[in-house]
Structure formats: C-alpha cells, structure tokens
C-alpha cells in the first residue's frame, strides 16, 4: 500500500512549521512520529496534498517542572516519543502514570516513532495517552499565527479524529498538574498485550477517564461525584459507564464495553488507592 | 526530492518521491530485499529495521523520515569474515525460525529488545518483541533464541558500526 502523492517539507523548526501551516492551510497535515498519520494515509483515509514533517525538531523533545509548590506543572514537549517518556526521570518522579502509560502505547517499534503531541492532535477516542492526560488535568498548548494559546484537556477533544486545533496551529507542549509519586491505575483491556484498547480506564487523585466508550476519550464525572461523596470504589465504579455512548465492533458490542469500564474503573481505582 | 541515507555504513544519494516508504527504498531504491513486507499496516513486524539505534517498523516510515538517518538491516549484522552476529547465531543454534518470513524482522526487533534490556526474563522477550509476529507460531525457540543470544553480553544488542558490502 502507497501513499497518494504529496509535497514534503521539512520543518526546521516550531516556526517553520507554522509558515508552512500558514501558506497550505487544510490541505497540509503535520507529520511528527507518522505511526497513525502515515497507515491511514497508505489506505487513502487521508490524502493530505502536503505533508509538514517535524520529527526533527529536536527541541519539542523535553519534561520539565514548571513552577513551585501547589501549582507546579510537568511540561512535556510536543516531540517527546513514547519511548523517551516512558524513560524519563523527570517524568517518572513528578506524574509517573504518563510514564506507565507511555509504556503502554503500541510496541517497541511504534513506541520509538510515536510522540504524545501525535497522539494529542490524532484524537483518536482508544488512544492510551490522552486518557491519561485526561485523568491528569492539565491543558494543550498550540502555537499559531497568533502566538501560544493554552486549551483544557477537558475541552480539547470534540469528537472523532476532532479537536478545538485550527488548521494553522500545531500542538508544542503539554501541561498538567505535578502529581509526585502517587497511586495510580492504568486498565487496559486488550487482545494483545500493548493493543489499542477495547475499554481502558485511568484513575489518578480521585478522577477516572476511560478510552474508547464515546466518540472521544471521557471523564468518568458519575464515578467521580460519587467518589467526592463518601462512596466506595465498588459503588463509585458501578457508575462508570454513565453519560458514555460506546460503539459495537468486531471485538465488543457496547454492553460489553459498559461492563469493561464499570470493571476496569474498579481495578484502576483499586491500584490507585493500593499504591497511594 | 533528495535523500541522503548511511544503510549498513554505505552512505548514497538517492532521488526519491515523497511517498516512498522507506521499506520500498530500501528494496527497491538499496537493493537489500531480506527486509520483508508482511502486513503493510505495522502490525507484523517483518520489516523491521534499526534507525539510529532504535527498531523501526521500516513500512511505516518514509524515506524521506530517514533522511540523514543510519539504517542497519539484516544484510549489515554478519561481519566481512561471514561471522554471524550474536543474535543471528543464536537464531541458527535455538532453531528461531520456521518458514523463515517473519525472521529478519525478529532479528532486528531483538537486537532492538537486547539493547534496551541486555538480559530479558522469558516474559520481557515476549512483550519486546510483541510488535513482531511469527504466523508459523514458532514463539517459543524464538524467545530461547533471544535469551542465548543475550549471554553474547553487550555485543548482541549492538549493530555493527562501518561499513559492510552488499
């Protein structure tokens, strides 16, 4: 299978790229780690007329701590592939459910190509990381024509492949709240070890988000209000699937899928509260 | 447009289209066809190559991607002599392979596995090379094939470095 042909540029640097955004408008699509862009790209799902690659600006690479105290953030470059999350130090100290879940993504060869900005910007509603980020809090911050704009993970993903980016911005930098070393849970429920998941749960500091049960990834606000109100992790899990409106596909149809996020719910809060 | 790739130490200049997937280049554009095309939606694992250092799915990444790049195949593990590298030679001695398709790959993915991890459990092996699958379902000679290959030492998660022959 064989892409359809398109213009390549190389984008050198974050502005750069936003020139090349600017002057292609929504015929242009930013390729980082390729390893959703290109396979829906070799079937024809996506035929962009011009590809803007920035894989090689190394300087979106990075996890840094931001600020002191209560409002500390971790701030995480737009390049950072999931092998290079999934390793750092600085990550694995100060949110470590991102480091987890980073390991979590695909296999090793999709985990040395792929970056979290991707996965961001794809917003695909089964993907591993922005469940996590979701959970986390935080927001994405996008680079346009107009300088730097910081939207809430709760509002970044509208709907299938959609998000609140426009055409002319690219993803540079993830922000979320400095957990330091607490519980967490991450539930995936999967064919295959690292497989895209069928339902995936991640509880961290009382929130719960869930992938693949609705058209993007989504808090699990029921279990969460249940949990700010005393109720147990059995109870509070048995609302998981509450205000989701999960799909049937080859391997589950959406009752299974609401059993999966009421189960996984429960176990990733469990962990969270074991490891705490 | 023009890339400029280093595979197996032997750095060219090739005119190529955007689109060539780096797979097709190095087939097509190097000639090195023991990189093989298994599912082309990276999921098998068949083409898998080293790109500066790390395993790659080789049909999901573009020439131009690798632009720059040093690229290590199958074809660039054997020394000049035809001393086998280590993860090679274990392959032959545990009998790794059935129908032998899927084992370039194999290869690859665990020098890959081996240098992040030089002394995998059975279980670190199977999830390393989860990316990678065998349809003859030669699994488990694969897995010892990689855990002799480690007791090479550091030597079986490295790609040799300078130039080899095609």
């Known amino acids: 299978m064989i ?4 213009d390549y540029v190389r984008a050198g640097s974050v502005e750069e790229a936003l020139a090349a955004l600017a002057e292609h408008g929504e015929d242009a699509k930013v390729l980082a780690g390729g390893h959703s862009l290109l396979p829906l790209m070799k079937l024809r799902l996506a035929t962009p007329a011009v590809l803007v690659d920035i894989g090689g600006i190394r300087d979106l690479s990075y996890v840094r701590v931001e600020g002191d105290g209560a409002d500390a953030v971790v701030a995480i ?3 950072t592939r999931h092998h290079e999350l999934q390793r750092n130090e600085v990550a694995r100290a100060e949110v470590p459910l991102l480091p987890h879940v980073a390991g979590r993504v695909g296999d ?3 985990r040395h190509r792929g970056t979290i900005g991707g996965t961001t910007a794809h917003s695909d509603p089964a993907s591993d990381l922005p469940t996590a980020l979701l959970a986390l809090g935080g927001t994405v911050v996008l680079q346009g024509p107009g300088g730097r704009r910081e939207v809430p993970v709760t509002g970044f993903w509208t709907g299938f492949f959609e998000t609140a980016m426009s055409p002319d911005e690219l993803v540079v930098e993830l922000r979320v709240p400095r957990t330091g070393v607490t519980g967490f849970g991450y539930e995936k429920f ?4 690292n497989d895209w998941p069928i339902v995936a749960a991640a509880a ?3 929130r719960v988000a869930l992938a693949n049960m609705a058209g993007t990834v989504v808090r699990a606000t029921a279990t969460e209000e249940a949990l700010a109100a005393g109720a147990s992790i059995a109870e509070a899990a048995e609302l998981a699937d509450q205000g989701t409106s999960p799909v049937a596909d080859m391997h589950a149809d959406a009752d299974y899928r609401r059993h999966l996020a009421r189960l996984l719910t429960r176990r990733a809060l469990e962990k969270a509260t074991a490891a705490a | 447009m023009q890339v400029s790739i280093t595979v197996n130490g032997n750095q060219r200049t090739d005119e190529v289209e955007p689109r060539l997937l780096l797979a097709h280049y190095l087939r097509e554009v190097r000639g090195l066809r023991a990189t093989n095309i298994g599912c082309d939606t990276t999921s098998c694992g068949a083409c898998t190559v080293i790109v500066d250092g790390l395993s790659v ?3 999901t ?6 632009d720059g790049a040093e690229v290590t195949t199958l074809e660039g593990l054997a020394a000049a002599d035809g001393e086998l590298h280590p993860v090679q030679s274990a392959f032959r001695e545990e009998h790794g392979l059935q129908c032998g398709f899927c084992t370039p790959g194999m290869v690859m993915a665990a020098i890959g596995l081996l240098a992040d991890n030089p002394d995998p459990t059975d279980r670190e092996v199977r999830e390393g090379l989860e990316g990678n699958l065998c ?3 030669g699994y488990h000679n694969i897995v010892r094939a990689v855990r002799t290959a480690a007791k090479a030492g550091a030597a079986a998660g490295r790609v040799p470095q300078g130039r080899v022959e095609a």
């Open chain 1, 77 to 79: 470059g737009a390049g």
């Open chain 1, 190 to 193: 999967t064919r295959r070890e």
């Open chain 2, 57 to 59: 799915k080789s049909c």
């Open chain 2, 61 to 66: 990444v573009l020439a131009a991607q690798a």
């Open chain 1, 108 to 110: 090793a060869q999709v």
């Open chain 1, 3 to 6: 892409p359809a042909p398109f």
């Open chain 2, 135 to 137: 349809r003859c379902t």
């Open chain 1, 204 to 206: 961290v500091a009382g």
